[in-house]
């Protein structure tokens, strides 16, 4: 960091710290009168859920989860009873 630094000039050094000062100061300015009940998003979240918009939506994050988790289950238990196959000493069955 400090050799990205050293490698400034004056001009570049004050353009860097106009965009720095312009860059930290967008939250100030953008949220003075903002209360912290307007970053919440439950209200419409929950509104949007009871409207019954977002049921086709919900649905497809239930079955794309169930799905997610059917896939791993047979993948641990197919790399399992591999690993138990692979590693069976020669001759040995059961």
Known sequence: MLTILADLTPA???WLSVGGYAGL??????FPG?????FDPRPAVRRAIESGRLDPALCAV?????WAHEKTRQAA???AVLLLL???PKGVTR
């Open 86 to 88: 692979l590693t069976a």
């Open 62 to 66: 239930a079955n794309a989860r169930y």
């Open 25 to 30: 100061s967008v939250p100030v300015l953008l």
């Open 77 to 79: 238990l197919s790399a």
């Open 34 to 38: 903002a209360r912290l009940a307007d």
């Open 12 to 14: 570049s050094a004050v």
